[in-house]
C-alpha cells in the first residue's frame, strides 16, 4: 500500500508539471492566436482601404471622361460623388499610416500625386464647360492624368503588396501556433491516458489486496471456535461468522443491515429481564466489556443458550471507534458443570452436618451405660447391659467411620478390591448376615433364591457382602414393618444379575438417576425415614464397577416397592 501511495504521489507531481506547462503553452498560443488574428484582420482593412481609395478615383475618371464624350451632365455624378467620398478615402489611408499600418512617407507622395490627379481631372471638366473642348482633350492627350493614376497606382499596389505578405507571415505565426497547441494537446491527451491507464491498475491491484485480506479476514473469522458479530458505530450488524449463525438463528446475509438488538436478543437466566447487549455498552463506555453472568441468548425460534460474551471497539489508526466486535460463546457445559459443583457442595454441607449428627447420637446411650455400669450399685445384670450398649453403639459408630474412610478413598480414586474365586451363596450368606439386623427389627418376611448351579465370581467377597448388605438394609431401612424383602440371583446375558426387591415405599422416577450421587438423600417425607449419610449407595456403585460391573435401580413409583440390580461378570462355568 505504501508503495502504490508513493506512485500515485509520484504520477501526480508528473502530471501536475506536465499539466501547468501545457496550461502555459496552450496559453500563449491562444494569445498568439488571437493577436495574429487581430493583425490578419488589420492588414486586410488596411489592404481594402487603399483598394477603395483607388476605386474612387477610377470612378472619378469615368466620370470625366462620360462628360467629356457626351458632354452630358449626369454623366459627371461618379466624379462628383469621387470628389465627395474621397475625403473620407484619403482619411481612412491617413489613419491606417498613423496607426502604423502603412508607410507614413508613403502617405505625402500618394496626398500629392491624388491632388494632382484630381487638379487634372477638375482642369478638363472646366475646360468642357467653358467649351474648350479642343483643349480639354490636349490635356486629356498630353498622358498627365495617366502617368499620374500610374503613379498612384504603382504606391496602391506596394501598400498593398505589403499588406499582403504581412498577411501571409502572420498566418504562417499562426499555423506554428496551431501546430504547437496540436503537439500539446497531444502529450496531455497521452499523459492523460497513461494516468487513467495507471489508476485502473493501481485500482485493480489495491482492490485485489483488500479483497484477499478481506478473505482473509472473513477465513480466520470463520475459523475462530467463538461466535463473532461485528457492528458499525450505530450498532448496525456489518458481519457475522458460522458460529454467530448457528447460535443465534440468523443467516449472515438476513442480519447485516438489521440493528443489533433484532439479532442479539438476551435475558437474564432467573429474572428473564432483557439485558443490555455489550455493543450498546461499549458504543456507550468506549472500552472493553464483559457479559453479566447468567445470560441466555434466544434463538430466532426462540430456542435459549446459555452464552458468555464481551464487546470490545473496533478502533481506526487515528484511535476513532469505528464499530464494535462481539464475541461469544455457547457457555451450556460450562453453566451445566458449575451448577453440579454447586450441587455436590450444597450436598456436602448437608452431609457434614448429617454426618454430626449421626456421629453424636450414639454418644447418649454410650455415656449413660457407662454411667450406669460405673455406679456402685449397680448390679451384674446392669453392667452386662451396659456393656453390650456399649458395644452396640461403638460398632455403629466404626461403620460409620469405615463407610466415611471408603468415601475418602473413592473422592482419591484409593478404593482398592481384592479379587479371589468365591462361590456366589459365601457371598450372599455374608451379605445376609450383615442385614439380619435390620430385616429382623423390620419384622420383614426375607427370602433369598440362588440358582441351583454352583455359580463362582471373580471378587473381593467382603467388599461384595458390603454392597449386598447396604442393599438389604436399606430395603429393610425403607420398607414398612412386616414387609417382603428378596434376593434373587441368576445367570442373565454373558455375567450374572443379582436382585434385591422389597415392597417399601419406591422411589419416584426423578429420584432413580440420582440416589447414587454422593451425599445424596431422596428427602425425607412422612413415610420416608430419613436415616443414614446418604453415601451406602454411592460406595455400593463404586465398588460393583470396580469389579467391572453396574447397579440399577427400578421402582414403579412411591409406595410400589423398589428393586436393585447388580450385574457382575461371571469367572466361569463351574467344573
Ligand atoms: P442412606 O444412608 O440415606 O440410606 P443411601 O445412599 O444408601 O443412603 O441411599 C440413598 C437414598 O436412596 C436414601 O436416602 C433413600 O431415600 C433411597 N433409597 C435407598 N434404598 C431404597 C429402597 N430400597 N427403597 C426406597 N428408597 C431407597
Known amino acids: 500500500m505504501k508503495r502504490s501511495r508513493s506512485l500515485v504521489g509520484f504520477a501526480v507531481v508528473v502530471s501536475s508539471v506536465v499539466l501547468i506547462g501545457a496550461g502555459v503553452v496552450a496559453n500563449r498560443t491562444i494569445g498568439q492566436l488571437s493577436k495574429t488574428g487581430a493583425a490578419v484582420l488589420r492588414a486586410k482593412e488596411i489592404e481594402l482601404d487603399y483598394e477603395r481609395l483607388l476605386s474612387t478615383l477610377r470612378d472619378a475618371e469615368t466620370g470625366q471622361r462620360g462628360y467629356l464624350l457626351t458632354f452630358d451632365e449626369a454623366y459627371l455624378e461618379p466624379y462628383q460623388a469621387a470628389l465627395r467620398e474621397l475625403e473620407q478615402r484619403m482619411k481612412a489611408v491617413a489613419d491606417d499610416a498613423q496607426g502604423g499600418g502603412s508607410m507614413v512617407d508613403d502617405l505625402a507622395a500618394l496626398r500629392e500625386l491624388v491632388d494632382k490627379r484630381m487638379k487634372v481631372l477638375a482642369d478638363t471638366v472646366e475646360l468642357k464647360r467653358a467649351e474648350k473642348h479642343l483643349a480639354a482633350i490636349d490635356v486629356v492627350r498630353s498622358g498627365e492624368g495617366k502617368r499620374l493614376m500610374d503613379e498612384i497606382r504603382g504606391l496602391v499596389g506596394k ?23 496540436v503537439r500539446t494537446s497531444l502529450i496531455v491527451s497521452l499523459l492523460a491516458i497513461t494516468l487513467v491507464l495507471l489508476l485502473v491498475y493501481i485500482v485493480r491491484r ?19 471456535g467463538d461466535a463473532v458479530i461485528a457492528t458499525d458505530n450505530h450498532g448496525v450488524v456489518t458481519m457475522m461468522n458460522p458460529i454467530a449463525e448457528n447460535l443465534t438463528g440468523w443467516a449472515n446475509k438476513d442480519a447485516v443491515g438489521k440493528p443489533l438488538d433484532e439479532v442479539f ?18 458504543l456507550r463506555e468506549g472500552g472493553i466489556v464483559g457479559l453479566a453472568n447468567h445470560t441466555v441468548l434466544i434463538r430466532r425460534d426462540q430456542a435459549e443458550t446459555a452464552i458468555e460474551d464481551s464487546g470490545a471497539p473496533i478502533l481506526d489508526d487515528a484511535g476513532n471507534m469505528t464499530g464494535v466486535v462481539l464475541v461469544f460463546r455457547d457457555a451450556t457445559q460450562e453453566r451445566a458443570a458449575q451448577k453440579a459443583l454447586q450441587d455436590a457442595d450444597r450436598r456436602k454441607d448437608e452431609f457434614l452436618a448429617t454426618l454430626a449428627h ?9 455415656r449413660q451405660a457407662a454411667g450406669t455400669a ?48 468365591v462361590p456366589l451363596k459365601t457371598v450372599v450368606d455374608a451379605a445376609v448376615e450383615i442385614a439380619q439386623p435390620a430385616v ?23 467388599r461384595l457382602a458390603q454392597v449386598l448388605g447396604n442393599l438389604l438394609t436399606n430395603a429393610a431401612k425403607y420398607t414398612p414393618t412386616g414387609g417382603v424383602i428378596q434376593l434373587k440371583a441368576g445367570r442373565a446375558g454373558e455375567g450374572m444379575a443379582i436382585r434385591v426387591i422389597d415392597n417399601g415405599i419406591g422411589l419416584e422416577a426423578t429420584d432413580l438417576p440420582r440416589i447414587f450421587d454422593m451425599f445424596t438423600q431422596v428427602s425425607p ?49 463351574p467344573n
Do not use: C, Y
Open 159 to 181: 501598400q498593398v503588396h505589403a499588406q499582403q505578405s504581412r498577411v501571409a507571415h502572420l498566418q504562417d505565426v499562426q499555423r506554428k501556433a496551431l501546430v504547437t497547441s
Open 265 to 282: 436478543h438476551i435475558v437474564n437466566e432467573d429474572t428473564r429481564v432483557p439485558v443490555e447487549s455489550p455493543v450498546t455498552k461499549v
Open 358 to 366: 449421626e456421629l453424636r447420637n450414639p454418644l447418649a446411650p454410650i
Open 206 to 224: 489495491d482492490s485485489r489486496r483488500v479483497r484477499d485480506s478481506e478473505n482473509r479476514l472473513a477465513i480466520t473469522l470463520r475459523s475462530i
Open 374 to 421: 460405673a455406679h456402685a450399685a449397680a448390679t451384674p445384670e446392669q453392667v452386662r447391659w451396659s456393656l453390650g450398649v456399649i458395644q452396640r453403639q461403638v460398632a455403629h459408630m466404626a461403620r460409620l467411620l469405615d463407610d466415611l474412610l471408603d468415601v475418602s478413598r473413592i473422592t482419591r480414586g484409593r478404593l482398592e478390591v481384592r479379587k479371589a474365586r
Open 440 to 462: 429382623h427389627s423390620g419384622k420383614h418376611q426375607f427370602t433369598v433364591e440362588l440358582p441351583t448351579e454352583q455359580l463362582e465370581l471373580d471378587v473381593d467377597s467382603l
Open 525 to 573: 417425607s412422612a413415610d420416608r425415614p430419613n436415616s443414614g449419610l446418604g453415601i451406602g449407595l454411592a460406595l455400593s456403585k463404586a465398588l460393583v464397577e470396580l469389579h467391572g460391573g453396574s447397579i440399577e435401580a427400578k421402582s414403579a413409583g412411591p409406595g410400589q416397592g423398589s428393586e436393585f440390580i447388580v450385574r457382575l461378570p461371571l469367572a466361569g462355568m
